[in-house]
Each structure stands twice: as C-alpha cells, then as structure tokens.
C-alpha cells in the first residue's frame, strides 16, 4: 500500500488543524510503512495506540472551533468523528485477536477514511472557518 501524499487537497488554510491533520498522516503512514515487516506487531499496537490518543486530541480541536464560531454542521461532522473512533476501535481490537489477517483491511480504512474525511468534510468546515476570519 502507498502513503498518502500530502496534497494542497488536504490543505485547509488553518494552520493548528493543517498541523494536526499533517501529523495524523504521518502517523498513518508509519503503520503503512511497517506494514510488509516479520515481527510488526508490537510496533504496530504502539503507533495504533498513538494514533489512538491523537484522534482524540485532534477531534476535540476541530469540535471546539466548530463549537466557538457556530458552525452549522457540527453535529453531523463529530458523527463521523465518532463513527470513525468506534469503527477504529472495533479494528484495533480485532486486530489484537487476528493480527496479520487484518492489517491490510485496517490500513485500507485508516488511508481512505483520513483522506476522504480531511478532502471533503474538513474542507467544508475550513472554508466555513476561513469566512469567520482563520487562518
């Protein structure tokens, strides 16, 4: 599996989340990057288990912002932060039962949920946020 790239796709033009969001795909690509290693297990639980406490970190700025300048669809965006951490959460456990037989199928869906989500739902909080004045 390739890394993701970063992309002016990916980038909202608000400097605390483009970080946050730069920092999130490197974890990502980390995992991919150890995926194809004999003996990735523990390497892979530890980086899963940071990505883990960052999404959350990362969840609660976004949904702070979206909280502070009013913005409209709040409630359906941390849906899909919420989606996203219980689907994560399912993988991760799993993935402790199954090791290997999952790992492909959990990357796949760190990879597109991260970029389809940054691509299309935060870049529709971003423009909201660069009208209220970030940037």
Known sequence: MNPIV????????IPEIDAQHKRLVGIVNQLIEI???EDSDDEMTHILGALTHYIGEHFETEEQMMIDHGYPQREAHRE??????????????????RG???????????????VAHIGKT???????LTTRGLR
């Open 6 to 13: 970063w992309n002016d796709g990916l980038t909202l033009h």
């Open 35 to 37: 995926q194809d290693q």
């Open 80 to 97: 899909e932060h919420q989606a996203f951490v219980d689907r994560t959460a399912y993988y991760i456990a799993t993935y402790r039962k």
């Open 100 to 114: 290997a037989l999952l790992k492909n199928e959990l990357l796949r869906f760190l990879k597109n949920w991260l």
């Open 122 to 128: 935060d870049a529709a909080l971003g423009a909201f």
